[in-house]
Protein backbone atom coordinates (compact mmCIF):
# COMPACT_ATOMS: atom_id res chain seq x y z
CA UNK A 1 0.00 0.00 0.00
CA UNK A 2 1.13 3.35 -0.85
CA UNK A 3 2.13 5.46 1.83
CA UNK A 4 -0.21 8.57 0.79
CA UNK A 5 -2.97 6.01 0.76
CA UNK A 6 -2.21 4.19 4.03
CA UNK A 7 -2.29 8.08 5.48
CA UNK A 8 -5.78 8.78 3.87
CA UNK A 9 -7.17 5.41 4.99
CA UNK A 10 -5.78 6.47 9.05
CA UNK A 11 -6.68 9.82 8.87
CA UNK A 12 -10.52 8.75 7.46
CA UNK A 13 -10.69 6.04 10.20
CA UNK A 14 -9.60 8.40 13.13
CA UNK A 15 -12.08 10.97 12.35
CA UNK A 16 -14.98 8.85 12.02
CA UNK A 17 -13.73 7.11 15.63
CA UNK A 18 -13.50 10.92 16.80
CA UNK A 19 -17.09 12.01 15.43
CA UNK A 20 -18.63 9.42 16.72
CA UNK A 21 -16.69 9.55 20.47
CA UNK A 22 -17.72 13.14 20.45
CA UNK A 23 -13.81 13.87 20.81
CA UNK A 24 -12.20 16.97 18.69
CA UNK A 25 -10.60 16.57 15.31
CA UNK A 26 -8.07 19.47 16.01
CA UNK A 27 -5.41 16.22 16.49
CA UNK A 28 -6.13 13.76 13.73
CA UNK A 29 -6.17 17.12 11.12
CA UNK A 30 -2.66 17.67 12.25
CA UNK A 31 -1.50 14.43 12.23
CA UNK A 32 -2.67 14.24 8.89
CA UNK A 33 -0.60 17.44 7.90
CA UNK A 34 2.60 15.71 9.46
CA UNK A 35 2.13 12.77 7.69
CA UNK A 36 1.91 14.71 4.38
CA UNK A 37 5.03 16.36 5.00
CA UNK A 38 6.38 12.65 5.26
CA UNK A 39 5.34 11.36 2.77
CA UNK A 40 6.41 14.13 0.70
CA UNK A 41 10.34 13.74 2.11
CA UNK A 42 9.88 10.20 1.30
CA UNK A 43 8.14 10.34 -2.21
CA UNK A 44 5.50 7.93 -1.28
CA UNK A 45 6.84 4.63 -1.18
CA UNK A 46 4.93 1.49 0.14
CA UNK A 47 4.25 1.89 3.88
CA UNK A 48 5.83 -1.95 3.90
CA UNK A 49 9.29 -0.86 2.64
CA UNK A 50 9.66 1.79 5.59
CA UNK A 51 12.58 1.10 7.78
CA UNK A 52 13.33 2.98 10.39
CA UNK A 53 15.91 4.06 8.72
CA UNK A 54 13.84 6.21 6.95
CA UNK A 55 11.81 7.53 10.06
CA UNK A 56 15.33 8.49 11.47
CA UNK A 57 16.83 10.64 7.96
CA UNK A 58 13.57 12.02 8.19
CA UNK A 59 13.46 13.48 12.14
CA UNK A 60 16.94 13.97 11.27
CA UNK A 61 16.55 16.13 8.59
CA UNK A 62 14.11 17.77 10.97
CA UNK A 63 16.62 18.55 13.15
CA UNK A 64 18.92 20.00 10.66
CA UNK A 65 15.74 22.05 9.49
CA UNK A 66 15.43 23.86 12.45
CA UNK A 67 12.28 22.39 13.86
CA UNK A 68 11.28 23.20 16.85
CA UNK A 69 11.66 20.03 19.88
CA UNK A 70 7.88 19.81 20.52
CA UNK A 71 7.10 20.04 16.72
CA UNK A 72 9.22 16.87 15.92
CA UNK A 73 8.02 15.01 18.82
CA UNK A 74 4.48 16.22 16.93
CA UNK A 75 6.04 14.32 13.81
CA UNK A 76 7.54 11.36 15.19
CA UNK A 77 4.08 10.41 17.16
CA UNK A 78 2.05 11.10 13.66
CA UNK A 79 4.37 8.59 12.15
CA UNK A 80 4.03 6.01 15.17
CA UNK A 81 0.20 6.15 15.81
CA UNK A 82 0.13 5.58 11.58
CA UNK A 83 2.47 2.29 12.01
CA UNK A 84 0.69 1.00 14.87
CA UNK A 85 -2.85 1.51 12.93
CA UNK A 86 -1.28 -0.76 10.29
CA UNK A 87 0.56 -3.01 12.46
CA UNK A 88 -2.73 -3.89 14.17
CA UNK A 89 -4.57 -4.20 11.18
CA UNK A 90 -1.96 -7.11 10.39
CA UNK A 91 -0.09 -5.38 7.50
CA UNK A 92 3.76 -6.05 7.11
CA UNK A 93 5.29 -3.02 8.90
CA UNK A 94 8.36 -1.37 11.00
CA UNK A 95 7.80 -2.25 14.67
CA UNK A 96 5.85 1.17 15.93
CA UNK A 97 8.02 0.79 19.24
CA UNK A 98 11.64 1.09 17.56
CA UNK A 99 10.31 4.83 16.94
CA UNK A 100 12.11 7.40 19.21
CA UNK A 101 9.44 10.12 20.71
CA UNK A 102 11.20 12.80 22.11
CA UNK A 103 10.38 14.67 25.24
CA UNK A 104 8.02 17.74 25.28
CA UNK A 105 9.77 20.90 26.15
CA UNK A 106 7.75 23.06 28.84
CA UNK A 107 8.00 26.55 28.27
CA UNK A 108 6.45 29.70 30.56
CA UNK A 109 4.06 31.43 28.72
CA UNK A 110 4.96 34.61 26.84
CA UNK A 111 2.34 37.75 28.13
CA UNK A 112 1.63 40.71 26.47
CA UNK A 113 1.03 43.66 28.20
CA UNK A 114 -1.84 45.94 27.33
CA UNK A 115 -0.01 48.53 24.83
CA UNK A 116 1.18 45.25 22.60
CA UNK A 117 -2.57 44.22 22.92
CA UNK A 118 -4.31 47.37 21.63
CA UNK A 119 -1.62 47.30 18.84
CA UNK A 120 -2.24 43.53 18.28
CA UNK A 121 -6.08 44.80 17.99
CA UNK A 122 -5.98 47.73 15.81
CA UNK A 123 -3.59 45.63 13.31
CA UNK A 124 -7.29 44.63 12.32
CA UNK A 125 -9.84 46.78 9.90
CA UNK A 126 -12.29 48.31 11.88
CA UNK A 127 -15.09 48.58 9.72
CA UNK A 128 -14.09 45.10 8.47
CA UNK A 129 -16.94 42.62 7.59
CA UNK A 130 -14.70 39.90 6.47
CA UNK A 131 -15.20 36.83 8.48
CA UNK A 132 -12.00 35.97 9.33
CA UNK A 133 -11.04 39.55 10.53
CA UNK A 134 -14.82 39.22 12.53
CA UNK A 135 -13.44 35.72 14.04
CA UNK A 136 -9.88 36.61 14.75
CA UNK A 137 -11.02 40.13 16.90
CA UNK A 138 -13.45 37.64 18.54
CA UNK A 139 -10.34 35.51 19.08
CA UNK A 140 -7.92 37.81 20.57
CA UNK A 141 -10.25 40.22 22.86
CA UNK A 142 -11.22 35.92 24.29
CA UNK A 143 -7.41 35.45 24.51
CA UNK A 144 -6.55 38.42 26.31
CA UNK A 145 -9.79 38.64 28.76
CA UNK A 146 -10.06 35.29 29.91
CA UNK A 147 -6.39 33.76 29.65
CA UNK A 148 -7.29 30.59 27.90
CA UNK A 149 -5.21 28.60 25.92
CA UNK A 150 -5.23 28.50 21.82
CA UNK A 151 -6.40 24.91 21.70
CA UNK A 152 -9.15 25.53 24.59
CA UNK A 153 -10.02 28.64 22.33
CA UNK A 154 -10.08 26.60 19.31
CA UNK A 155 -12.21 23.81 20.80
CA UNK A 156 -15.22 25.97 22.48
CA UNK A 157 -18.57 25.05 20.87
CA UNK A 158 -21.54 27.12 20.50
CA UNK A 159 -23.80 25.48 22.62
CA UNK A 160 -21.52 25.93 25.85
CA UNK A 161 -21.32 29.99 25.74
CA UNK A 162 -23.32 32.15 27.61
CA UNK A 163 -23.05 36.10 26.84
CA UNK A 164 -25.13 37.10 29.82
CA UNK A 165 -22.91 35.27 32.27
CA UNK A 166 -20.01 36.34 29.80
CA UNK A 167 -18.64 32.83 30.57
CA UNK A 168 -18.04 29.52 28.41
CA UNK A 169 -17.82 26.10 29.15
CA UNK A 170 -14.59 24.70 27.75
CA UNK A 171 -12.60 21.10 27.56
CA UNK A 172 -8.94 21.28 29.52
CA UNK A 173 -6.93 18.62 27.43
CA UNK A 174 -4.42 19.18 29.59
CA UNK A 175 -6.45 18.15 32.97
CA UNK A 176 -8.05 15.27 31.24
CA UNK A 177 -7.80 12.84 34.14
CA UNK A 178 -8.55 15.47 37.20
CA UNK A 179 -11.11 17.86 35.93
CA UNK A 180 -11.42 17.56 31.82
CA UNK A 181 -14.05 20.34 31.92
CA UNK A 182 -13.77 24.10 33.40
CA UNK A 183 -15.68 27.33 33.15
CA UNK A 184 -13.72 30.43 32.16
CA UNK A 185 -15.13 34.38 31.91
CA UNK A 186 -14.49 37.46 30.97
CA UNK A 187 -15.01 40.88 31.93
CA UNK A 188 -14.59 43.39 29.23
CA UNK A 189 -17.62 44.61 26.87
CA UNK A 190 -15.25 44.88 23.77
CA UNK A 191 -14.90 41.42 24.18
CA UNK A 192 -19.00 40.28 24.26
CA UNK A 193 -19.23 43.04 21.20
CA UNK A 194 -16.58 41.05 19.05
CA UNK A 195 -18.45 37.81 19.59
CA UNK A 196 -21.84 38.51 19.34
CA UNK A 197 -20.69 40.16 15.66
CA UNK A 198 -18.68 36.93 14.55
CA UNK A 199 -21.95 35.00 15.56
CA UNK A 200 -23.96 37.19 13.30
CA UNK A 201 -21.24 36.55 10.93
CA UNK A 202 -21.03 32.78 11.78
CA UNK A 203 -24.66 32.24 11.23
CA UNK A 204 -24.23 33.64 7.50
CA UNK A 205 -21.69 31.36 6.80
CA UNK A 206 -23.86 28.43 8.36
CA UNK A 207 -26.38 29.51 5.65
CA UNK A 208 -24.10 29.43 2.43
CA UNK A 209 -21.05 26.74 3.70
CA UNK A 210 -20.84 23.12 4.47
CA UNK A 211 -19.69 23.60 8.18
CA UNK A 212 -18.21 20.11 9.22
CA UNK A 213 -18.58 20.63 12.82
CA UNK A 214 -21.67 23.24 12.90
CA UNK A 215 -21.34 23.84 16.94
CA UNK A 216 -17.89 25.10 16.40
CA UNK A 217 -17.61 28.86 17.87
CA UNK A 218 -14.59 29.35 15.74
CA UNK A 219 -14.69 28.38 12.27
CA UNK A 220 -12.15 28.17 9.14
CA UNK A 221 -13.66 28.28 5.42
CA UNK A 222 -11.19 26.27 2.96
CA UNK A 223 -9.75 28.66 0.75
CA UNK A 224 -10.44 31.86 2.57
CA UNK A 225 -13.35 32.99 0.91
CA UNK A 226 -16.68 32.23 1.62
CA UNK A 227 -19.30 31.59 -1.33
CA UNK A 228 -21.66 28.86 -2.21
CA UNK A 229 -20.14 25.15 -2.05
CA UNK A 230 -17.50 26.26 -0.51
CA UNK A 231 -16.84 24.18 2.71
CA UNK A 232 -15.29 24.82 6.27
CA UNK A 233 -13.86 23.15 9.68
CA UNK A 234 -13.29 23.99 13.42
CA UNK A 235 -10.44 26.52 13.49
CA UNK A 236 -7.00 24.38 14.40
CA UNK A 237 -4.23 25.47 16.85
CA UNK A 238 -1.65 25.71 14.48
CA UNK A 239 -3.85 28.42 12.18
CA UNK A 240 -5.00 30.36 15.52
CA UNK A 241 -1.01 30.65 16.12
CA UNK A 242 -0.64 31.76 12.45
CA UNK A 243 -3.18 34.35 12.91
CA UNK A 244 -1.86 35.98 15.91
CA UNK A 245 1.74 35.85 14.26
CA UNK A 246 0.70 37.96 11.70
CA UNK A 247 -1.27 40.54 13.60
CA UNK A 248 1.92 40.68 15.29
CA UNK A 249 3.88 41.54 12.24
CA UNK A 250 0.61 44.19 10.74
CA UNK A 251 0.63 45.57 14.20
CA UNK A 252 4.34 46.25 14.47
CA UNK A 253 5.40 43.67 17.28
CA UNK A 254 7.05 40.52 16.74
CA UNK A 255 5.91 37.22 17.84
CA UNK A 256 8.53 34.18 17.62
CA UNK A 257 7.49 31.95 15.55
CA UNK A 258 6.40 28.61 18.62
CA UNK A 259 3.18 30.78 20.23
CA UNK A 260 2.92 28.81 23.22
CA UNK A 261 0.18 27.17 24.25
CA UNK A 262 0.50 25.48 27.36
CA UNK A 263 -0.83 27.21 30.94
Not at 31 to 52: A, K, Q, S, V
Request: glycine share 6%; proline share 3%.
Amino acid sequence: MKLLEAINSFTAHRCLIDSSSGRKSTTIYGYDGYLRHFCIFMRNPDIEDLTLNDVMDYLNWTTTAGYKVNTRQKYALAIYELVRFFEKQGLRVMNPKDIPILKKEYNLPRVSNEDDFLKLVKSIPKDSVAYYDLRNLAVLWLLHDSGCRLGEAAGIDVSNLDLKDKSVIIRSEKQRSMMPFRKIFWYNKQTTEAIERWLKKREELLQKTAIEDKDALFVSVNGGVCSDGRSGRRVDVEALGEMIRKQSRKGGKRVNKDVDNSP
